[in-house]
Structure formats: structure tokens, C-alpha cells
């Protein structure tokens, strides 16, 4: 099925990509100090491109495929980047559906995926993808489960992407006849929810889970000295108020706009302190690392209710991506 998405669902390119004429060879430039070649035929300024996140290095190479292959169907991580979903750190390789493969295969490092059953097909400003639902479904099953999780949760939640439903993504469930990672996408399905805002809260929430601690709320508000305070986590029976901190909190080029959300960042936890009887604070590596996360919930107070499911944390090793 092919379906025209509203102008805008997919993200431009972050950088400006030169096509060279492969009829003109003399006009064809050659990756310099002032031109990285992205891909055959595909360049862009060398500093520009060394200044992208690893994220954008890879929705710029997915355009650069979209510019000299015109109809191509991007599909899981490359899908994933296009539509805004959530891409951990910079992948590999560029992933399209081609419905008359005979069996999925790698080209260089493009790989083409084929299924029995088609996924559903947007298109927007001449590129094509799978749909949010279809995305998030392959994703879940082909991803660290921890990863999986924070994709459909990015998709659901209205406070991040809002691209579809858990029941859209549950229908594509029920379609799917291959049963590789099956199992791993129906434990991200009955864990999903449209609370979290962030991925750092999404992966928090799934080692919070393994290591066998209660489970908190997500987004709790306190009215404080006149305030509304939101915490990320928050375990009312233990009076626990947790904060999952993510990067590009803080904006480097602007001290003095930095210096400030610092300031309101540390009056904030000052209310908060005063108000509950613990406070953990852990970043993007403690959670993946996961001890670090375990110490600050212990030290804080933060009960368990379950035995730590170990194989589960094992998931997170050689996955340690940066977001």
C-alpha cells in the first residue's frame, strides 16, 4: 500500500549534498579537504560534514542514496531517520525494501530487505519509506531490546514524535509471519507507553525494570513555593524523585544562556529536595552501564520488587551508542 504523507513528515537533509553528472566526467570532483565524498557521486563540505552528530551523518547518507536512486523504499533504521524517530549513534548501513528480492542481501553497504508481505508505503517530496507503524514494528524486533523500546515509545508518545498508535504497530504485529525477534517485539509491546519524553527516559525505564526495582511514574509535577516542577521519574510510595539527564541539555555556544539553565536547573532540584525524602540523578552512560543507575536507586531508596533479569541486561553490552 502506498500512502502520500503530509509535506514536512520527513526530515530535509542536514547538509547540502552535491550531486556530480555521471555523464561528465571532467565535471566529476574528487573527495578533498574542502569536499567528502559521501557516496558515489554524492559530496558535501568536508567541515560541514565532520560538524554533523552521528545521526545526521546518517540521515545525510540516506539522502544521498534517495538522490541517485529515485523510487527506493527506505526502510528500518533508514526509515527510522527520516521520519525522526529515534537513531543510535550512526549505523552501518542504509536499509530499503525491495518487494521483488528474492531474499534479503547486502550491496556494498546497502541492504536489501524483502518480506511475503509488503509493508505499508509513504511518500513525501519524491522519497518513499515504510510508514511510522512499520518502522517502528521492524525496529522493535531487530534492535537492542532497551533501543526497540525507546523507537515505539518515540512514536506513540505526543511528547515526542506522535507518529502512530500502539494498536497501529500491533496490526503490523499481527501481519508479520517471519519469526525472527518476535518474542523481543512482544515484550517492547506490553512495555511501551506514551509517557516518557525522551529516549534517555525510555532506556532508563527498561534497565529500571531489569534490575528489578519498583516502577515509577513518568512526568509527575510538583507544585512547589509557587512552581510546577516535572520530574522524569517519581515512586510515591518510597518519596523518590528520579531525573534521567540527557545531552544538549546545556548549549555550549551560549554560556551565558548555559550558565543560566544551570542556575534554574539547581534552584529546581533545591525545591525538589526539600520536598521528597530522595533524589537520584543518572545520565545516558549510567543507564547503559547499568551499575551506576543501580547504585543511585539504592542510595536513594528506591525499593526492588523482583529479581534482576540478567540476560536482559546483557542486551546492553557492545551497544553502548551514544544518542
Given amino acids: 500500500m502506498l500512502r502520500t504523507a503530509p509535506s514536512g513528515v520527513f526530515r530535509a537533509a542536514p547538509i547540502e549534498l552535491l550531486v556530480a553528472s555521471e ?16 557516496r558515489h557521486r554524492v559530496y558535501a563540505a568536508s567541515a560541514r560534514w565532520q560538524a554533523l552528530a552521528p545521526w545526521d551523518r546518517y540521515l545525510a547518507r540516506v539522502h544521498a542514496v534517495a538522490l541517485i536512486r529515485p523510487g527506493a523504499v527506505f526502510c528500518h533504521e533508514s526509515a527510522a531517520a527520516l521520519l525522526g524517530l529515534p537513531v543510535f549513534g550512526e549505523p552501518r548501513d542504509i536499509h530499503v525494501f525491495d518487494v ?21 508505503v509513504i511518500t513525501c517530496n519524491g522519497i518513499r519509506a515504510t510508514a511510522p507503524a512499520d518502522t517502528a514494528s ?74 528489578g526495582f519498583a516502577p515509577p511514574r513518568l512526568q509527575h509535577e510538583f507544585r512547589l513555593e509557587g512552581c510546577t516542577d516535572r520530574v522524569d521519574f517519581w515512586w510515591p510510595d518510597c518519596g523518590v524523585a528520579g531525573e534521567s539527564d540527557g545531552y544538549g541539555k546545556y548549549d555550549p555556544s551560549d554560556p551565558a544562556a548555559a550558565h543560566r539553565a544551570l542556575t534554574q536547573e ?52 557492545g551497544n553502548r551508542r551514544s544518542l
Avoid: Y
Wanted: hydrophobic share 40%; with cysteine.
Fill in 100 to 120: 521483488g528480492a528474492p531474499s534479503t542481501h547486502r550491496v556494498g553497504d546497502v541492504v536489501r530487505h524483502t518480506s511475503r508481505i509488503a509493508p505499508t
Fill in 23 to 38: 555523464h561528465e566526467p571532467a565535471d566529476r570532483p574528487r573527495a578533498t579537504a574542502d569536499l567528502h565524498r559521501v
Fill in 266 to 317: 539547581k534552584r529546581r532540584e533545591d525545591r525538589l529536595r526539600r520536598h521528597v525524602r530522595g533524589f537520584a540523578r543518572w545520565d545516558w552512560s549510567d543507564a547503559m552501564r547499568a551499575a551506576p543507575l543501580e547504585r543511585a536507586l539504592e542510595q536513594a531508596g528506591v525499593p526492588r520488587v523482583a529479581p534482576t533479569q540478567r540476560l536482559m541486561l546483557a542486551t546492553l553490552r
Fill in 138 to 211: 521492524a525496529l522493535a524486533r531487530m534492535l537492542p531490546p532497551a533501543f526497540g523500546l525507546a523507537v515505539v515509545d518515540a512514536a506513540i508518545s505526543p511528547r515526542q514524535c506522535a507518529l502512530t498508535t500502539l494498536t497501529e504497530i500491533e496490526q503490523v504485529r499481527l501481519r508479520t509471519v517471519d519469526p525472527r525477534g518476535i518474542r523481543r517485539h512482544d515484550w517492547i509491546l506490553s512495555a511501551a507507553s506514551t509517557d516518557p519524553e525522551s529516549v534517555g527516559e525510555s532506556v532508563s525505564r527498561a534497565v529500571i525494570s531489569w534490575l
